[in-house]
């Protein structure tokens, strides 16, 4: 099976996409000796920095592109011209990860939509991804199979889009290696030269309105008046509306009890978030979750808000609460720096948690590749 897939997310830091794309590819051409891969970035400039996203491996080459990602994505939704095949050789299929299926030759094509934020909370998308509500119904019009990575995505999708829900597949994504090993704590040194102190409560995602890092901030300006010695790190690239929540907030992030640490590799996002007291992710829109789900591997207290597909995700195993009560949400922080949680609930957190594995998600998702070239064989 040759499988080409659009690797743009792999460029620079890491999204939630980027992550889940290469630790599929990876867990496919580990898990089937059969499966090889053919990386296509749409990106003039750096489309060589993918060589370097994901392992070596002899059956994982990258393609050419000869278009920019602006020219490109512009052409691609509103044409059936230049194919896939054209850059990456002749495929078996090719897998959009990113809302992005190129029109193809003879291949099967595959699609991931990963959430409708563009439908749902417009008002906290950029205007790249407000334009997903023109583009996508072609997208995945050209697609064999649409892979979710929720029932509750699945159902939105088919609500949006009736007739594609037959063609719709969810498949779970899984969590990183570095939150599933029980690793120590970040280094004294490294914690100095961050500023983390302890006790910290910490949040893993992009520091965006979507997120709801303004209520999280706004709520842990009251947890500071209870527990003044409690610091909130904050783990991610800003993202859409950061640069109103930073100015708003901007007297609280100034202060010792606010670290915004950035990016970091995932082992040091790991070690920060095995070492807080507790994890908070009252994220108003998912679709799915996998920050709070690597928090739970970590052995990590989690307190999420109970919208959209983050009950699905995270099953019993989180303090719930609604993310536009502030006062919940700092009562709920607070009250992990009051003491231990339990053993035995940590451990049914993370007994779920280790359930999502990307070896479990790359067998899925070759089982969604085969039934779209099954169609296209027929």
């Given at each position: 099976m040759i499988v080409g897939v659009e690797a743009t997310s792999l460029i620079g830091p890491r999204s939630g996409v980027g992550h889940t794309t290469a630790s599929i590819v990876e867990a496919m051409v580990g898990i089937d000796e059969g499966v090889e891969i053919v990386l296509l970035p749409i990106s003039l400039r750096r489309g060589g920095?993918?060589?370097?996203a994901v392992p070596a491996h002899p059956r994982i080459r990258v393609?050419?592109?000869r278009l920019p990602a602006k020219v490109a994505n512009w052409i691609w939704s509103r044409a059936e011209w230049p194919?896939?095949?054209?850059?990456?050789?002749?495929?078996?299929?090719?897998?959009?990860?990113?809302?992005?299926?190129?029109?193809?030759?003879?291949?099967?094509?595959?699609?991931?939509?990963?959430?409708?934020?563009?439908?749902?909370?417009?008002?906290?998308?950029?205007?790249?991804?407000?334009?997903?509500?023109?583009?996508?119904?072609?997208?995945?019009?050209?697609?064999?199979?649409?892979?979710?990575?929720?029932?509750?995505?699945?159902?939105?999708?088919?609500?949006?889009?009736?007739a594609e829900r037959e063609r719709i597949r969810v498949v779970y994504p899984g969590i990183r290696r570095a939150f599933r090993e029980r690793g120590g704590d970040l280094t004294k040194p490294r914690r100095e030269a961050l500023g983390i102190r302890d006790p910290y409560a910490v949040f893993l995602g992009d520091l965006s309105a979507r997120k709801n890092v303004d209520g999280l901030l706004k709520a842990f300006k009251q947890v500071i008046s209870v527990q003044p010695d409690a610091q909130l790190v904050l783990i991610g690239k800003a993202g859409q509306g950061w640069d109103a929540i930073s100015a708003t907030y901007e007297d609280l992030i100034n202060t010792p009890s606010v670290r915004v640490v950035g990016h970091l590799p995932d082992a040091e996002a790991a070690a920060l978030v095995r070492g807080a007291k507790v994890f908070v992710y009252p994220s108003r829109y998912e679709g799915f979750g996998i920050p709070p789900l690597e928090a739970m591997a970590a052995g990590t207290p989690v307190i999420a808000a109970k919208t959209s597909s983050l009950p699905e995700a995270l099953g019993d195993h989180?303090?719930?609460?609604?993310?536009?009560?502030?006062?919940?949400?700092?009562?709920?922080?607070?009250?992990?720096?009051?003491?231990a949680p339990e053993g035995a609930t940590v451990e049914a957190a993370r007994s779920w948690?280790?359930?999502?594995?990307?070896?479990?998600?790359?067998?899925?998702?070759?089982?969604?590749?085969?039934?779209?070239?099954?169609?296209?064989?027929?």
């Open positions: 920095w993918v060589r370097e393609a050419r592109n194919p896939a095949e054209l850059f990456c050789g002749a495929l078996d299929v090719f897998w959009g990860p990113n809302f992005i299926l190129p029109p193809l030759v003879k291949a099967a094509g595959v699609i991931t939509v990963h959430d409708l934020a563009f439908i749902k909370v417009p008002e906290t998308c950029s205007d790249a991804v407000l334009a997903y509500k023109q583009t996508v119904p072609r997208m995945v019009g050209r697609a064999n199979r649409i892979i979710v990575p929720s029932k509750f995505t699945a159902q939105e999708l088919g609500d949006w889009l009736p989180a303090r719930w609460v609604d993310p536009d009560d502030i006062d919940g949400i700092a009562g709920a922080i607070a009250d992990h720096f009051e003491g948690s280790i359930n999502f594995s990307w070896g479990e998600s790359a067998a899925a998702t070759i089982g969604v590749f085969s039934e779209a070239m099954a169609e296209v064989a027929a």
